[in-house]
């Protein structure tokens, strides 16, 4: 067990969550405004935790490096979140939800967390109706439900494609209230750079003002990170361009430590790149998935277009080889299929994608209910590919897209650094190797709304706090390294761009550490990283001043990060001989080519301790799993 | 009444204050037509029209003193209006592409306003001074029809009505959308309303100095 | 590539808010499939590596829903297309040899930044004046305990898919934010859950958004056109009416 201590309290797993509630230490009503919370990051799990903190009476201070929480990348998630509501009447249950979860995490996650994530997933449907948002509707006025990937049931609640968007807004505007109350304080165009640990606890951040240059440095009771996955370390994925981990590594490198780095989730269904100059992939909800089928020609080579090509002579391979999920298995086998049948050569014109088809949808449902479901779908693809998929099958293919591996938190949400509490997809708690669609955003929220104002009571209530304000030594010699490193990243000067060396950097991840990894690739990235990271510091050109808004710096410093996280990521996968979920080792498959976990010897967190740049020590969290019985994953 | 202020001075409350004041000048507009049309009748007919307006000549005065209030409100506020919204856009672009995006009427209700007001200082010098300065004395044919058959007057009015036309175009159907009645069903119709009363307001005023012009007596 | 398009650019570069700003030429060579914003990445590209500082804009999901980017193209918002954001605008679009002028939101409540990035934070506070519905997180009942009709729902939806970018100040001649905030006051007016707070919201956003400096609406409809998410200028009629409404009904005299 070592040190890592997951404090799962004991009992029924049905009333573990009520009973800890229960027993957790409350603080006073008057208290709470004694107490100082910093949230960083203000997407659904960041504004959600501010505004409900803030509500409850707790003086908040919230950071983004956006110009408004609004634009937090949470916005992007398009096609649903899940709740064991059971309003279809078709089985659902909070255990099912759980199951399904944990299942499709390949077995890889706690089961306390999960349960409690299934739990209180209602509650979270209420809270957003309450506020507002405007999910879809049935014409007796009550709530649509969607099927999504690696579930049989219909719990996935939505608002037309733009769930993501409207979940965030509400949280926005929970948020915006707290800030016009006054007992949140919003500061915009903040980037945190470090994490202050005084006396072994987190009390404080130090920032760069993104319009100024101004490194500051705000003290904290506790520290609450919500600052998002790392996919961007494969420079092209359906991650915004600045969504970054840099919040999450500075508190790495500060103690905290990192877990599962190498679970990462490529989603299936991406639009196909364009070419070289291509900045970001872009994703197309999964929930396409519900009313297509994907498939590509059955003979190598077959170029012709795709209304040519005869019933017959198309393989959809995931309703061939997974007839009971089909076209809806799971994201990571959907994904490694994909690449299969286009490493096969028998991609679209031999390239590397697959046809999503609604032909036959369009042609059962009408253009028009197509339309008012996945109009929003249609009219991107048509406008970023050039083509109109009314008419012609979409070309899609995976892309990074989530990373399910985050900072260590226990079952308070809390790090390994005591008073460092990380929510969302920062953290590691939920998802185990695998993520379903259409979690990420009840996991958000679920952290943010029901889990940290309840947990982060008890460490404030519990833990006896000295006085310590932005003077203590911790927060100088701080500021001093973060303006260390911007002179130092000013001054080297060299040849090779920030945009460059980071690409190379995504190449070698998605290459090496992409959908399929092995020994001797990750062995080899390793090094290639670290050769990279030696030329980023003597070579890299980063253009204008410290004391002003520059963009390019605060790539640097993001790349920076990435090329030495990305080495923890290798050596996780390299670590991880099992294949489970979304990190899939080509020397562990099973005959038909499925992920082949190894319970014996894997079943654990693997959980980083930063020791230099390039040296981690490795904790591992034993995963009991003690309510539900450890299978082999079958979606057949 | 601190509430009231308030809201007369609201970005909103100052566009109502337009779509309410253009409402009651829209429909003063139908009235003053259907007046000037009795022109046609010939001199009798006319100038029977006016001294049957002379018979109710107090209701007449107070309903030109709120005529007046009207006018002064919608034209002040208007400058008002317009004068603030170029401080709230002190800078425009460099590449002017208004022309994709909206009507030239919509763009241009504070100089078509301009010339209108413009008008109706010469209109009221011209007609209604001499008109009540003379003590009801006056022959009111002969000054109109006088008026109108000068041809750099009767051009300056059919210029100024072809103007309100354009004004009123916008106006009616963004009054309506000020007072909030924009509905999925209607507001298309309405905006056709608003467009054939403009061109009827237009023709029909703009008619005259082209009859007295071109057609009378020959 | 023997396709890509060569252009001039004609950027609008201002060092800081205050200082005098002035459109630089740039020619750029770029493959029609990319989008606006590669193209812009390109030049920056080439700008670091000649040392020269890059052009700053701001963009973040490039998916057209964070609404993060913004850039007047050819005198519109967002550029020539109708209902996308800039990230959206693909170089396609664009003819051989053609002239793009690039210039940043023009507002008196948009205060420029640096070259294309402006200041749009007047929004946040618009909507921390009262475009939320109060209710505490864990207080709400059962999500179906309140039916809501499904046209109403749509609608409301309609007027939610406001992504905020800030295109319709940026477009109206009148520097005027009644779009935006006529978006978020009828998602609200439509929906049960937003009716008590009903009046006080109307009242109480546009007064914020009068404060800030926005003009008022003069009904071009320029807004609409250009809104990335073709938000309906029959939003701005609700407000009008909700406002109207508010001020009739509310019992508050003071303002």
Not at chain 1, 368 to 384: H, R, V, W
Request: aromatic share 10%; with cysteine.
């Amino acid at each position: 067990m070592g040190i890592l201590d997951s404090k799962v309290p004991a009992g029924p797993i049905e009333s573990k969550w009520t009973n800890h509630k229960f027993n957790l230490k409350l603080v006073n009503p008057a208290n709470k405004r004694k107490y100082e919370i910093i949230v960083v990051g203000t997407g659904l799990a960041g504004a959600s935790a501010a505004a409900t903190l803030g509500e409850l009476g707790y003086k908040v201070k919230a950071f983004s490096f956006h110009d408004s929480p609004r634009r937090a990348h949470s916005i992007a998630a398009q096609g649903g979140i899940n709740a064991a509501k059971n309003y279809q009447n078709d089985g659902d249950s909070i255990f099912r939800l759980f199951y399904d979860t944990i299942k499709g995490g390949d077995f890889r996650a706690r089961e306390a967390n999960v349960y409690r994530l299934a739990e209180v997933s209602g509650n979270i449907i209420d809270q957003c109706v309450a506020q507002g948002v405007p999910f879809a509707r049935e014409y007796g006025g009550l709530l649509d439900n969607r099927s999504f990937g690696g579930a049989q049931v219909s719990r996935t609640f939505y608002a037309r494609g733009q769930t993501g968007q409207q979940l965030l807004l509400g949280a926005y505007s929970a948020l915006s209230r707290q800030i016009n109350n006054g007992s949140v304080q919003m500061f915009n165009r903040r980037e945190m750079l470090d994490l202050i640990v005084i006396d072994g606890a987190a009390r404080g951040i130090v920032v760069r003002n993104l319009l100024t240059g101004e490194i500051e440095k705000y003290s904290g009771h506790a520290v609450v990170l919500a600052t998002g996955g790392y996919s961007n370390v494969f420079f092209l994925s359906t991650n915004a361009m600045n969504s970054n981990a840099t919040a999450i590594w500075r508190a790495h490198k500060k103690g905290a430590f990192f877990a599962n780095p190498c679970y990462t989730q490529i989603h299936p269904t991406c639009l196909p790149l364009h070419g070289e100059s291509q900045s970001k992939l872009t994703l197309m909800s999964e929930s396409l998935r519900n009313d297509g089928r994907v498939w590509v020609p059955k003979k190598k080579g077959d170029h012709r277009p795709p209304n040519q090509i005869p019933e017959d002579e198309r393989d959809y391979y995931l309703e061939r080889k997974y007839p009971s999920y089909g076209n809806l298995s799971p994201r990571d086998i959907s994904s490694r299929s994909a690449k299969e049948v286009c490493d096969e050569g028998r991609g679209v014109n031999g390239g590397e994608a697959v046809y999503l088809d609604l032909s036959e949808a369009i042609k059962r449902l009408g253009k028009k209910s197509i339309e008012e479901k996945y109009g929003n779908l249609f009219d991107m693809y048509a406008n970023i590919t050039g083509e109109n998929p009314y008419d012609v099958p979409m070309k899609i293919y995976p892309a990074p897209h989530y990373t399910m591996g985050g900072l260590w938190v226990d079952y308070n949400l809390m790090s390994t650094v005591p008073g460092l509490f990380v929510l969302g997809e920062a953290n590691f708690s939920d998802h185990g190797a695998n993520r379903l669609g259409a979690s990420a955003l009840m996991q958000g929220l679920a952290d943010g709304y029901f889990v940290i104002p309840y947990t982060i009571g008890d460490y404030l209530a519990t833990t006896k706090f000295s006085p310590v304000s932005v003077t203590h030594d911790e927060f100088k010699k701080s500021e001093e390294g973060v303006k260390e490193q911007v002179k130092k990243l000013l001054s080297i000067k060299g040849k090779i761009t920030v945009d460059e060396i980071h690409k190379k950097l995504g190449r070698l991840m998605w290459n090496k550490v992409g959908m399929a990894r092995n020994e001797k690739g990750l062995k080899e990235v390793i090094g290639e990283i670290k050769e990279l990271r030696e030329e980023f510091w003597k070579n890299v050109n980063v253009v204008g001043k410290d004391n002003d808004l520059n963009q390019t710096l605060e790539r640097a410093g993001r790349v920076a990060d990435y090329l030495e996280l990305g080495e923890l990521m290798a050596t996780d996968a390299l670590n991880r001989n099992e294949s489970c979920g979304g990190h899939f080792r080509e020397e562990y498959q099973t005959e038909e080519g499925e992920a082949k976990r190894d319970d014996e010897n894997y079943r654990y967190v693997a959980a980083w301790q930063f020791e230099n740049v390039g040296k981690w020590n490795l904790h591992k969290e034993q995963l009991e799993f003690e309510f539900l019985h450890l299978a082999q994953r079958s979606y057949k | 009444m601190s509430w009231f202020w308030q809201f007369t001075n609201s970005s909103i409350g100052k566009k109502l204050t337009m779509a309410f004041t253009g409402i009651l000048l829209i429909i003063f507009l139908i009235i003053h037509l259907a007046g000037n049309l009795s022109l046609y009748g010939g001199e009798k007919a006319f100038n029977s029209y006016a001294g049957t307006l002379e018979i109710v000549k107090p209701l007449i005065r107070i309903i030109e003193i709120l005529l007046a209030l009207i006018f002064i409100l919608h034209i002040f506020n208007g400058i008002r209006v317009w004068w603030e919204n170029k401080k709230s856009k002190p800078i425009d672009y460099a590449i002017n592409a208004k022309s994709k995006n909206s009507t030239l009427f919509s763009r241009t209700m504070i100089h078509t306003g301009v010339v209108v007001f413009i008008f109706l200082i010469i209109h009221l010098v011209t007609f209604w001074y001499p008109y009540n300065a003379g003590g009801g004395e006056l022959n009111l044919y002969q000054l109109v029809s006088g008026r109108f058959s000068d041809p750099i007057y009767g051009w300056f009015y059919i210029v100024a009505m072809l103007l309100l036309g354009f004004h009123l175009n916008h106006g009616f159907q963004s009054a309506f959308q000020t007072m909030g009645w924009n509905h999925k069903k209607y507001f298309s119709l309405i905006q056709l309303i608003g467009t054939i009363y403009a061109t009827l307001i237009a023709i029909g005023f703009a008619s005259l100095p082209i009859y007295f012009l071109y057609f009378h007596g020959r | 590539m023997n396709n890509n398009l060569n252009l001039k650019l004609k950027v609008w570069r201002q060092s800081n808010p205050k200082a005098v700003g002035a459109f630089v030429d740039y020619n750029v060579s770029v493959s029609p499939d990319a989008s606006f914003l590669e193209m812009l990445d390109e030049l920056n590209n080439e700008l670091e590596k000649n040392n020269q500082e890059p052009v700053v804009f701001e963009s973040d999901c490039r998916e057209g829903i964070c609404g993060t980017c913004g850039m007047v193209i050819n005198g519109e918002p967002h550029g020539p297309l109708r209902k996308i954001a800039t990230c959206q605008l693909h170089m396609r679009n664009f003819k051989d040899g053609q002239t793009i002028w690039v210039e940043p939101f023009r507002a008196k409540a948009f205060p420029i930044i640096k070259d294309l990035a402006v200041d749009r934070s007047a929004f946040d506070k618009i909507i921390q004046a009262g475009g939320y519905i109060s209710v505490n997180t864990g207080s709400a009942q059962d999500a179906n305990a309140l039916p809501i009709s499904k046209d109403i729902a749509s609608d409301a939806f309609d007027s939610a898919a406001c992504i905020g970018c800030g295109a319709c100040v940026a477009t109206c001649k009148n520097g005027s934010a009644m779009l935006f905030v006529s978006a978020k006051v009828t998602q609200f007016a439509l929906l049960p859950q937003g009716q008590p707070e009903r009046q006080q919201r109307a009242e109480a956003m546009v007064a914020k958004m009068d404060e800030l400096g926005f003009g008022s609406c003069s009904n071009t409809y320029a807004c609409e056109a250009e809104c990335p998410k073709g938000i309906s200028v029959r939003n701005i009629a609700k407000l009008n009416h909700e406002y109207l409404s508010a001020k009739c009904k509310s019992t508050n005299v003071e303002a």
